[in-house]
T-cell receptor, first 113, second 110 residues
Framework: ETGVTQTPRHLVMGMTNKKSLKCEQH?????MYWYKQSAKKPLELMFV???????ENNSVPSRFSPECPNSSHLFLHLHTLQPEDSALYLC????????????FGPGTRLTVT | QKEVEQNSGPLSVPEGAIASLNCTYS??????FFWYRQYSGKSPELIMS????GDKEDGRFTAQLNKASQYVSLLIRDSQPSDSATYLC??????????FGTGTRLQVFP
């Protein structure tokens, strides 16, 4: 595996379900990010982790819970979602965060029914 | 004022023409500048980075940076229909993140 991978690529879940999105980077980077992109809307930064520490939570509802066990893995735990949470969820990584270039994974297309 | 501004487009150019995409930013302390290409339904792909004033060329792409005017642009020469996508400008400064613009949709017609 190379670059940034995300699983699953597609997810359909009910409003009462609990699911997790997984991201793994194979680039040796130390910063990882979660973004949300709704249809025809710009990227919204959700969370930033730098050296496993959360450095930004962009006022994200508590039904989204991130976890970063090490610099290579990032999870987004989902529970009690709303239909408006349906979107493309993108993971990215960068060498040391801040002004570094970011590399994106392919994304998880989430549909909440 | 938005931190990173781009015209949403669409910018329509004929095949073979030069497409010119523009981006302005508000933070004078910004130090890194990136262009990403995003096809519909796909994730953003990094295509250019620039850090100092002037031009940087990579194949058909040229990035131009003018820090005094707080302006960065992307030129695509010999535009192809496969270049049709949304182009995102991203700017890095002294925070823990890049600031992304809302993107410019480019349409290249045959």
């Amino acid at each position: 595996e190379t670059g940034v991978t995300q699983t699953p690529r597609h997810l359909v879940m009910g409003m009462t379900n609990k699911k997790s999105l997984k991201c793994e980077q194979h680039l040796g980077h130390n910063a990882m990010y979660w973004y949300k992109q709704s249809a025809k809307k710009p990227l919204e930064l959700m969370f930033v982790y730098n050296f496993k520490e959360q450095t930004e939570n962009n006022s994200v509802p508590s039904r989204f819970s991130p976890e970063c066990p090490n610099s290579s893995h990032l999870f987004l735990h989902l529970h009690t979602l709303q239909p408006e949470d349906s979107a493309l969820y993108l993971c990215a990584s960068s060498p040391t965060g801040g002004r570094d270039e970011q590399y994106f994974g392919p994304g998880t297309r989430l549909t909440v029914t | 004022q938005k931190e990173v501004e781009q015209n949403s487009g669409p910018l329509s150019v004929p095949e073979g023409a030069i497409a010119s995409l523009n981006c302005t930013y508000s933070d004078r302390g910004s130090q890194s500048f990136f262009w990403y290409r995003q096809y519909s339904g796909k994730s953003p792909e990094l295509i250019m980075s620039i850090y100092s004033n002037g031009d940087k060329e990579d194949g058909r792409f040229t990035a131009q940076l003018n820090k005094a005017s707080q302006y960065v642009s992307l030129l695509i020469r010999d535009s192809q229909p496969s270049d049709s996508a949304t182009y995102l400008c991203a700017v890095g400064g002294n925070t823990d993140k890049l600031i992304f613009g809302t993107g410019t949709r480019l349409q290249v017609f045959p």
